[in-house]
């Protein structure tokens, strides 16, 4: 069965770091671009970051360049998110997912994980 | 406020065709694939079109998408109770983003 299964949510404080990591079952993962989306309570969904199959390539949401960083360890079948100088406003559900196409960008996501919740909080 | 604008809300009795709209610019929807995502409360997004107008295999041809200029649309047709939800448009932006539309919530009356 295809699945991604995230991990590594927590409480952390204002300023802190944490490492998600999104685990990868059922499919060719390293021909894949992986996505992290997020969504805060009450609110929509929101981009993050994604990367490309071979880890070439990554992109980042404004709200968290420079903060954040994405990568991937095809050998394990895991992609991870480092999230650095953590703020009340990163406090969501964050979704790990994967593109429909192999060897694409594009924003087409056809997985998802159940998630894993980051809470920021003093 | 998202930079792709959809309508708050919609609404159409069981049965009946709805639309979305999803409005852009020439720097996301003019040239680029959109994709449409149906989120149920307290579950994941899910794909319901990719590409303008494909449909994943398991979404049934109710779901239908459309893409002119720089505005997208999703039609529902044989509206059933378990189309509530909210339902977002996607799609790269020429900032190297991806960006989601503000989401609309479908009530079936």
């Known amino acids: 069965e295809v699945q991604l299964v995230e991990s590594g949510g927590v409480g952390v404080q204002p300023g802190g770091s944490l490492r998600l990591s999104c685990a990868a079952f059922?499919?060719?993962?390293?021909?894949?671009?992986i996505h992290w989306v997020r969504q805060a309570p009450g609110k929509g969904p929101e981009w993050v970051s994604l990367?490309?199959?071979?880890?070439?390539?990554?992109f980042y949401a404004d709200s968290v360049k420079g903060r954040f960083t994405i990568s991937r360890d095809n050998s394990k079948n895991t992609v991870f998110l480092q999230m650095n100088t953590l703020t009340t406003e990163d406090t969501a559900l964050y979704y790990c997912?994967?593109?429909?196409?192999?060897?694409?960008?594009?924003?087409?996501?056809?997985?998802w994980g159940k998630g894993t919740t980051v809470t920021v909080s003093s | 406020q998202s930079v792709l604008t959809q309508p708050p809300s919609v609404s159409a009795a069981a049965g009946q065709k709805v639309t979305i709209s999803c409005s852009g610019s020439?720097?996301?929807?003019?040239?680029?694939?959109v994709s449409w995502y149906q989120q149920v409360p307290g579950t994941a997004p899910k794909l319901l079109i990719y590409?303008?107008?494909k449909r994943p295999s398991g979404i049934p041809d109710r779901f239908s998408g459309s893409k002119s200029g720089t505005s997208a649309t999703l039609g529902i047709t044989g509206l059933q109770t378990g189309d509530e939800a909210d339902y977002y448009c996607?799609?790269?932006?020429?900032?190297?983003?991806?960006?989601f539309g503000g989401g609309t919530k479908l009530t079936v009356l």
């Open positions: 590409d303008n107008n």
């Open positions: 997912t994967k593109g429909i196409d192999s060897g694409s960008f594009r924003p087409s996501m056809d997985v």
């Open positions: 990367i490309s199959w071979d880890g070439d390539n990554t």
């Open positions: 996607v799609t790269w932006d020429s900032s190297l983003t991806v960006l």
């Open positions: 020439s720097s996301n929807i003019g040239n680029n694939y």
């Open positions: 059922g499919f060719t993962f390293n021909d894949y671009t």
